[in-house]
C-alpha cells in the first residue's frame, strides 16, 4: 500500500540543528495533510507540526520559532528543520500522513513512518 521512510535523525548538542525527511511511496493519488510527532521516553506521542496540502502550517507551542516543516507535493516529501534544539526534544519522531489512496476515491487514510530517533545532549 504505502510507505513513509524517515531519515535524519541522530544526535546533537543541545543549541544544535537537526532535518528529518519523510517520503511517502506506494499507492498514493493524493496526500491531504502531514505531520511530526513525537513520543519521549513514558509521554504519550504529541504533535510537533503539521502542513496541509496547500501548505498551511501548525506548529506545538513548545517547538514555534525553533522548528520548520515543509513539504514537497510533487515528491510526497515532508521536512521537518529543527533549530536550537533542546535536550527536551530528545524523543522518536513520527511522520504522518493523511492519504487518499488510487481506486479507492474520497477515503483518507492515516499512515505512519517507524520512526527516528533524536536524541540532544546538554
Known amino acids: 500500500q504505502v510507505q513513509l521512510a524517515e531519515s535524519g535523525g541522530g544526535l546533537v548538542q543541545s543549541g544544535g540543528s537537526l532535518r528529518l525527511n519523510c517520503k511517502a511511496t506506494g499507492n498514493i493519488f493524493s496526500i491531504n495533510a502531514m505531520a511530526w510527532h513525537r513520543q519521549a521516553p513514558g509521554k504519550e506521542r504529541e504533535l510537533v507540526a503539521e502542513?496541509?496540502?496547500?501548505?498551511?502550517?501548525n506548529y506545538a507551542g513548545s517547538v514555534k520559532g525553533r522548528f520548520t516543516i515543509s513539504r514537497d507535493n510533487f515528491r510526497n516529501t515532508v521536512s521537518l528543520q529543527m533549530d536550537s534544539l533542546k535536550p527536551e526534544d530528545t524523543a522518536v519522531y513520527f511522520c504522518?500522513?493523511?492519504?487518499?489512496?488510487?481506486?479507492?476515491?474520497?477515503?483518507?487514510?492515516?499512515?505512519w513512518g517507524q520512526g527516528t530517533q533524536v536524541t540532544v545532549s546538554s
Open positions: 502542513i496541509t496540502s496547500g501548505g498551511s502550517t
Open positions: 504522518y500522513g493523511n492519504i487518499e489512496l488510487t481506486g479507492v476515491a474520497n477515503h483518507l487514510y492515516d499512515f
